[in-house]
Every structure is written in structure tokens, then in C-alpha cells.
């Protein structure tokens, strides 16, 4: 199968200072190994062959240390010129993105390796995945019918379910569009959920698979957990 992936990796990663003073978020080591490496080799693995990654802040390092191809994946790079927001780093990277669907995520995300090809079994226009949690207040909230999604909620006051939201995607070509119609909010900022609840408004269908381990790594303690969760998933081994 031929599959195309976009990384996010534009952002400063300041809750992860002093570390990211000084090295991007997306070569934050766990266990002597970079985030963005070991997504690369979970990619190749669900059968990518190339990716697109969004840079921005100290791009020269990401460029510098994995280059155009990295585990059998074919690489190029798209400026974010200003961090405002997930929507607008996705839309750096469409003109490289032609396929009908691609695989979109954070580079602070870790998970276990075989999520991906799990998403790529859904024949629904895209997929969700998320985490079963206990406290949805703090978290954007998957709003559910069956497997489908019919709602993203964010930060609910009375979570309609347990399902929070994590930044690894199975999209549709039609993201892009729905990303340029969302208007800027808050600190002149927009955002992807935003724009795939547009698509689901527009009657796109979306459905959900579920992690057990996903972690979102923004801060200094989830860096910790991670260092222990990547030994759990067998990632933790540096090259």
C-alpha cells in the first residue's frame, strides 16, 4: 500500500524548556532515541513511503539529523512561516499531498506501533483516535454514535463520553479545504479538530480507534511517563 504521512513539527515546545531551549520537540530524546524517529520507523512499518514534515522552529536540526530519507521513508520539508495553529501548519504541506487519504500526527505523540495500520483498516472518509480517560474536562472529547464521531467537544464541562481526543489522524484530501474555511480565533490561532468538524457538519464520515497507550508529550512530566511507556511498547531502544 501506498501511504503518504504529514508530521507537525513546527512548534517551540515550551513546556518542555529548558530542553527545547536549545533542541526542537521533535528531536527530544526518549531513552536515547528522538521522538520523530521512532514515528518514522512506526510509519515505514504501517507501510509509508513518504512524509511530509511541517518545521518552523530550529528547522536547520530537524533537516540536519534526518535528512531526506529515514528508515526506508522518503522525506521533504514545509515551512510553517508562523505558528498559528495545527490547521494552518497542515495546509504547509498540501502541495505535496495528492492521495486521497494520509496519516497526519503530532511529532510529540507515542503510541504503539501498530495504531497506524489499525487506522488504515477503516473505510470510513477518516479516523479519530483517542484514549479511554477518566477526567474528560481536560481534554477535547469525541462525541459518539456506533464507531462514528459526530461531534468534538473541547474541555466539556459534562464529557458526553470518555473518549478524549489525541492528535493522530487518518484524513481526507477535503481537510485541506475545511482548514482554509475555519476562521482565525482566540490569539489569532485555528486549529485541526476545528476543521474536521466542519467535515463532519458537511455529513463526511468520521470513525474512532481506540489506544490504550497514546500520550501526548508536552511536558516535563509526560516526558517522564514516556521515557517508561516506550519501554512498555518495545521503543525504547536507540539505533
Not at 58 to 78: P, S, W
Not at 112 to 124: A, C, I, N, V
Not at 185 to 206: H, R, S, T, V, Y
Request: hydrophobic fraction near 40%; charge should be negative; include cysteine.
Amino acid at each position: 500500500m501506498f501511504v503518504k504521512a504529514v508530521i507537525l513539527a513546527a512548534g517551540r515546545g515550551t513546556r518542555l524548556a529548558p530542553l527545547t531551549d536549545t533542541i526542537p520537540k521533535a528531536l527530544v530524546p526518549i531513552n536515547g532515541r528522538a521522538m520523530l524517529d521512532i514515528i518514522l520507523e512506526q510509519l515505514s512499518f504501517a507501510g509509508v513511503t513518504e512524509a511530509v514534515i511541517v518545521v518552523h522552529y530550529l528547522k536547520d536540526k530537524i533537516i540536519a539529523a534526518i535528512g531526506n530519507e529515514r528508515h526506508g521513508i522518503k522525506i521533504k520539508y514545509a515551512e510553517q512561516e508562523k505558528i498559528n495553529g495545527s490547521a494552518p501548519a497542515l495546509l504547509c504541506a498540501e502541495p505535496h499531498i495528492t492521495d486521497e487519504k494520509f496519516i497526519t500526527l503530532a511529532c510529540d505523540s507515542l503510541f504503539e506501533t501498530d495504531l497506524l495500520s489499525r487506522l488504515l483498516e477503516h473505510d470510513s472518509d477518516g479516523v479519530f483516535t483517542c484514549r479511554e480517560v477518566e477526567d474528560g474536562r481536560r481534554y477535547g472529547i469525541l462525541e459518539t454514535s456506533g464507531r462514528r464521531v459526530t461531534r468534538i467537544i473541547e474541555k466539556p464541562e459534562n464529557p458526553p463520553t470518555n473518549l478524549a481526543n489525541f492528535s493522530v489522524y487518518l484524513l481526507p484530501h477535503d481537510i485541506f479545504d475545511a482548514c482554509r474555511q475555519v476562521p482565525f480565533g482566540k490569539n489569532d490561532e485555528k486549529w485541526l479538530p476545528d476543521a474536521i468538524q466542519n467535515l463532519i457538519e458537511q455529513g463526511m464520515i468520521f470513525t474512532f480507534e481506540k489506544s490504550a497507550h497514546i500520550l501526548d508529550i508536552g511536558t516535563n512530566e509526560q516526558l517522564a511517563e514516556a521515557q517508561e511507556l516506550a519501554k512498555k511498547l518495545n521503543l525504547a531502544n536507540a539505533e
